[in-house]
């Protein structure tokens, strides 16, 4: 079956620097990914997400990019914010959908 | 929050009890999800249902079982709670024509004794 891997696990950068999470999964098969962003207490949050027919995908200061030849994708934060600091989780998945496996996730801590 | 409640938020409870935890939509959702979420695992799928009486096995199924009697509710039962079911329990709904795209609710935090 599928199986996602995410790095790092904990991620600090300075408020205004670029954040990069990665993930890499292991079912050719899969081609739907999304991020989801966890705040304490909370459930998780879609933010962004691509397909397999796509490599790039942005929305103001969040992108997510795609290789499906490494089978690899990663978030990418930019002017990080002090909002930003939560868990994010990455995820992949087939057409049916019904077999969404997640990465352990990455706390990330924008320090002002 | 795309109309998804869970109940109870929190329950203690004790080993060998039954427990249910039940997940309530309010837009009409086909698909439904139970997930378990603990340390180092991220969240990992326990059962699902495609409609109502429709459901089927996740990852991590074994010592649950799920019932869905009407479109709107989605019920986790734990017939004999174990300590390792001291989890948060996350209800999803995947929305008519998003192609995927899972929403969650706010969860339930369950612990065992």
């Known amino acids: 079956g599928e199986n996602v891997e995410q790095h790092p696990s904990t991620l600090s950068v300075q408020e205004g620097d670029s954040a990069v999470i990665k993930c890499t999964y292991s079912?050719?098969?899969?081609?739907?990914f999304p991020w989801y962003k966890q705040e304490l207490g909370k459930g998780p949050q879609l933010i962004i997400d691509?397909?397999?027919?796509?490599g790039e995908k942005k929305d103001q200061r969040i992108a997510v990019t795609l290789n499906k030849t490494a089978k690899h994708f990663s978030l990418h934060i930019t002017e990080t914010q002090p909002e930003d600091s939560a868990v994010y989780f990455c995820?992949?998945?087939?057409?049916?959908?019904?077999?969404?496996?997640f990465g352990p996730g990455t706390r990330l801590s924008v320090l002002p | 929050d795309a109309g998804i409640t869970q109940s109870p938020r929190h329950k203690v409870t004790e080993t060998g009890t039954p427990v249910t935890l039940r997940c309530h939509q309010t837009?009409?959702?086909?698909?439904m999800y139970w997930y378990r979420q603990d340390p180092g695992h991220g969240l990992r799928l326990i059962h699902y249902s495609y409609g109502v009486k429709d459901t089927d096995k996740g990852e991590v199924s074994d010592g649950y079982s799920v019932s869905r009697s009407k479109t709107e509710d989605f019920l986790l039962t734990l017939e004999s709670a174990t300590s390792s079911q001291t989890s948060v329990y996350f209800c999803?709904?995947?929305?008519?024509?998003?192609?995927?795209?899972?929403?969650f609710g706010p969860g339930t935090r369950l612990t065992v004794l």
């Open positions: 079912d050719s098969a899969s081609n739907y």
């Open positions: 837009e009409n959702h086909r698909y």
């Open positions: 999803a709904i995947e929305q008519a024509g998003s192609a995927n795209e899972q929403f």
């Open positions: 691509i397909r397999s027919n796509v």
């Open positions: 995820a992949a998945s087939n057409l049916d959908g019904q077999n969404f496996v």
